[in-house]
């Protein structure tokens, strides 16, 4: 229930304007809602009361990169990754900004971590294989957009059991 939740921390914050995760709950409500504007807001005073939570940052660099402002999404997700390096989350997004900024190579760097820490994942690979091909790789993005095909049969198999 996101519309109920938002509007509980919204109660929350009349009470207590600097209340730590309320704006960060807002924030994520509003981007998946795709009210990015205030969902950039909202994670802008995350910021301001805890300017030491990692996912404030991913979350930031997810909605700039929604706006297509990729050196603002690179600059916050790189603030994501120099507080925390256990999820995935941030390297992906990272190789989602760089291969929009066209630095595919760069991009390389960032996916195949996320890959060693989570091979299963259906995007990593897919992004893999668009990296792959942006540095003329046609045998290496082939391989990994079969393995993105192979995860995502798999996890529609497991879907489909499930009746």
């Known amino acids: 229930l996101p519309s109920l939740a938002a509007k509980e921390a919204n109660k929350a914050l009349a009470i207590e304007p600097r209340l730590p995760m309320a704006h960060f709950l807002i924030g994520e409500v509003d981007l998946s809602a795709l009210r990015v504007h205030s969902a950039l807001k909202e994670f802008e005073a995350e910021r301001a009361i805890d300017p030491t939570y990692p996912p404030t ?14 050196d603002k999404a690179e600059q916050a997700v790189m ?8 999820s995935t989350g941030p390297f992906i997004l990272m190789g989602k900004v760089l291969l929009k900024k066209h630095d595919p190579q760069t991009a390389l760097m960032y996916l195949n971590h996320a890959e ?9 690979h897919m992004l893999l294989g ?25 996890s529609r198999l497991k879907l489909g059991s499930v009746r």
Do not use: V
């Open 57 to 70: 940052y991913s979350r930031l660099g997810d909605a700039y990169f929604q706006l297509g402002e990729y």
């Open 79 to 86: 603030k994501s990754l120099a507080l925390n390096t256990t």
């Open 130 to 154: 668009r990296a792959y091909r942006g540095i003329g790789d046609e045998a290496a993005a082939k391989s990994e957009f079969q393995i993105a095909t192979k995860i995502h049969n798999a």
């Open 116 to 124: 060693k820490m989570d091979p299963s994942s259906f995007l990593t």
